[in-house]
């Protein structure tokens, strides 16, 4: 006889595995080992059992049975009475099962174990490798199973395996209301009432850096499905890991879930002799009370709880370093430019990624002292600090938490053996360990925390959800592509920037900014290669674009971090770790960074509580020089703080301020800062934050050589809403685009500068090293906007034809400037009239007529063309026929002169 059974307490996967395995094996008789969850009994309805043919263990005689196939578990003592089964002579066991292996698995002569979410998900591939069709009822059956074994393909064990069955079952005819019902239901009163004595009964445990919560809950009676309680509880409190200790009807329930690889819920249920994989496991305990098993409980957890690696994902690297005999003046120097506050030094600096042989540390503190007493020449070998401590990569976090609380160390190396000879890999700072434990306050040791110190938001969160919500398939498409060819290069890859900030902000950002750790060159160019695309690089900052085929730009740099030289000076570019290149972005919203690689895709990166400052919309910059060294962010803050309707915080407000007083106007110029008004004239509208620019005492920096001195006063907001009045009747007409093209943000710099002669416009671009080619347009458009505007203030009254040849061939912008400046209504209705009915006029007349009608070629003929043409402006003639009895009449005239 063959007999088809599963573990005891059968669940879903359980029972759907056994309706399976009834398709491959005809005949055989179903059997449960022991009881059945309720919700299983619900299912089963009489019909059902009659259906599948499901017996009763006491009607058989289990000495009769020759093959025993075992579903969703391999531990004989899961097997209850049908154990007995084992001892028959000759006897074959299959086993099905998904679970790892674990001591005591019974071996049989036929074993398909395989890694997935679920044991159906197996059978479905073997039933459907063998072309076995399904019924819709044994479908969604099986659809149950997976569901319920994977929580619905949330669990950390789900396989890709575990989608193509669902989707194969669905083929199939699996009933998704069914499935719903089953799996996904409310929480009746009594179960309401048990979740919150399961919440109130809980402690969370640090285990090796891993919070744990155990719960414990003596009930008088047997409560079904209480598992489902577990679960509810895990996901309501987002909690990693959970053991719930149940007494319930004389016996002791042990249920293990946990979502993380440090603990395997399936070890610690094996070890009360239970079962059950890494993310879900049970065992019934024996023979103890529930604060007896509660304590052997907690030995196992800090037996089998694995220490999180923390000290390679922590770190920042490359390292900056220097070598012994560098004098401790040079080291401070290194020290103030970077920013920081102590530095490793090393034997051997030739490969700045790999610098080699620890030595020791040397502080800011330090080389300020020795400068202090006259010995910056000193060899900081002389001063350096040589006890050190120093952990490998995969050092945990409560081994960081020791150097740095118990031995006051500030800064960790992270170093690793090669060939004999430790390298320098990285470091792990005293604020790194600040924002790893900002998000859970309870755990941080009051001795790290100092008044002047505030811990940051969460340093890590998965947003790839908010990105599939927010971004398009193609370019969540795009940027897994990224992800993926920096992990086939070695590298790490990430989305910066502006890119991440309006991601948070749930705002559409195509503008795809990406950080490598490694070679943003190579990569450029690895991926150009993959996607068919071009490549511009530039040496110089290390960073390169690719263009895609869809002309779809992706801008990639190498993570570096800058230095100025002087304040307002170009920085200085030198390679650096992805936490050194965001400290050196303009503000904290801007400083945040988006996993890319596939092992860490949507992983959010926030070292300077950018969150927060999102949360309260506020503008912060990330160190007191910021303005000092880089004037140019004055404008950008300006910029941000309207666009995305935030607030620059009081404290950079007060450094904006300090920084305008600080520099002299020869500090105000160059290209970069014209770039910087150009931007803040193409906002949409540049009054308010010209007005804040103002405010900042920054006019007379920018045009010291206006006459009058430029101010925002009755007359310059006049001016300014004249332009964007004009910008925006170009852009509502109906036109042809290419016929509305404009350079918009010329126009309100030329309403800037009506007032003043076309000297300060040459001098301006003079300051601010404007491209000759703008320069020229520039001082034209003026030069052009006032002579008309003198001819037509002159000239109340023009024809249309008249109109047509004064304004003919100018560009938008100098027809839109002419428009600001004009303080009679009358040349605004002429210009009006010349952008939408006289530009685009056709001559009825064209040089074939009048060649047809004997015209020679010659200075007549032009000026027959425009006199005809000027008629039908003029309203004089309207048709072709017209047009050219016209000009036989002028031909007639010309005769008889």
Known sequence: MNLITTHINA????????????????????????????????????????????????TLDLTEVSRLIVVDTRQADRLDRLQDCLRNPGLEIHLYDHHPDAPGDL???????????????????????????????????????????????????????????????????????????????????????????????????????????????????????????????????????????????????????????????????????????AAAASAVIADKSIFEAEEELLQQLYRHVRPKAMAGELMSAPVLAVTPDMSCAEASSVLTRYNITMLPVVRNLADRKRPKGLLGLISRRTT???????????????????????LPERGTQAEIQELIITRRQRLIPIVRSENDEDWLCGVVTRTDLLHLLAHDPSRQPRSLLHEDEQPAAERTRNIARLMTDTLGRELILLLRELGETAQDLGMRAYAVGGFARDLLLQMRNLDIDVVIEGDGIQFAQAFASRKQATVRTHEKFVTA???????????????????????????????????????????????????????????????????????????????????????????????????????????????????????????????????????????????????????????????????????????FVHLMTQAEKAISWLR???????????????????????????????????????????????????????????????????????????????????LLSLMVIARKKHIQEAVSRYVTTLRDVRPLLTGQDLLELGFQTGPQFKQLLSHALEAQLDGVVSNNEEALALARSIMLSSAKA
């Not at 359980?14 to 399976?20: C, D, K, P, Q």
């Not at 509810?232 to 329930?253: K, P, Q, S, T």
């Not at 300020?368 to 120093?390: C, N, R, Y």
């Not at 920085?571 to 596939?598: I, Y």
Request: aromatic fraction near 8%.
């Open 11 to 58: 669940d879903f996967d359980g029972l759907a595995s056994m309706i399976a395995a009834r398709k491959l094996y005809p005949g055989a008789a179903l059997v449960f080992a022991g009881s059945a969850e309720r919700r299983l009994l619900a299912y089963l309805s009489a019909d059902l059992r009659c259906l599948y043919g499901f017996q009763k263990l006491k």
């Open 107 to 277: 071996r049989g002569t036929l074993e398909v174990v395989e890694q997935v979410g679920s044991t159906t998900t197996i059978f479905a591939r073997l039933l459907q490798e063998r072309g076995i069709q399904l019924t819709p009822d044994e479908a969604t059956l099986m659809s149950i199973g997976i569901h319920e074994d994977t929580g619905s393909f949330l669990y950390a064990g789900t396989a890709p395996a575990d989608f193509h069955a669902a989707a194969w079952l669905l083929e199939q005819g699996a009933k998704l209301e069914l499935i719903n019902h089953f799996v996904s239901r409310e929480l009746s009163a009594d179960q309401v009432s048990l979740l919150s004595q399961l919440l109130t009964n809980s402690t969370v445990y640090t285990i090796n850096a891993v919070a744990v919560t155990v719960s414990r809950l003596n009930l008088p009676d047997y409560a079904d499905d209480f598992s489902v309680l577990v679960r509810r509880m895990m996901v309501m409190e987002n909690l990693d890991a959970v053991f719930a200790l149940v007494g319930m009807d004389d016996r002791l329930y042990l249920i293990c879930r946990s979502r993380i690889a440090e603990v395997n819920a399936g070890d610690i249920a094996r070890a009360f002799g239970g079962g059950g994989h």
């Open 368 to 390: 300020e002292k020795a400068i202090a007493h006259q010995l910056g020449h000193a060899p900081v070998s002389e001063f350096m600090s040589t006890d050190i401590a120093t």
């Open 545 to 715: 674009t690719v263009i895609l085929p869809d002309q779809q730009r992706v801008d990639v740099a190498t993570a570096r971090l800058e230095y100025y030289a002087e304040p307002a000076a170009l920085p200085v570019v030198e390679k650096s770790s992805l936490k050194l290149d965001l400290f050196r972005r303009d503000f904290t919203v801007n400083a945040m960074a988006v996993h890319l690689n596939p092992d860490r895709f949507g992983l959010l990166v926030d070292y300077f509580s950018s969150q927060n400052d999102l949360k309260e919309r506020q503008l912060r910059v990330l160190h007191n020089l910021s303005f000092v060294e880089d004037p140019t962010r004055i404008f950008r803050a300006v910029r941000f703080e309207l666009r995305l309707d935030f607030r620059i915080n009081r404290h950079s407000e007060k450094l904006i301020r300090s920084a305008v007083q600080m520099h002299p106007a020869e500090k105000f110029r160059g290209l970069r800062f014209f770039n910087e008004i150009r931007l803040v004239l193409s906002e949409d509208q540049p009054l308010p934050a010209l007005r804040r620019l103002e405010s900042f005492g920054l006019f007379p920096l920018l045009w010291p050589d206006l006459r009058p001195n430029l101010k925002i006063d009755r007359r």
């Open 732 to 814: 509502l007409l109906y036109l042809p685009e290419e016929r509305k093209r404009c350079e918009c943000w010329t126009v309100r710099l030329l309403a800037l500068f009506s007032r003043s002669r076309e000297l300060e416009l040459r001098r301006f671009c003079d300051r601010f090293e404007v491209p000759p080619k703008l320069r020229a347009l520039l001082v034209e458009w003026k030069r052009q906007a006032e002579r008309l505007a003198a001819e037509l203030l002159r000239r109340p009254v023009l024809r249309p034809s008249e109109i047509y040849w004064l304004l003919r061939g100018l560009d938008n912008e100098a």
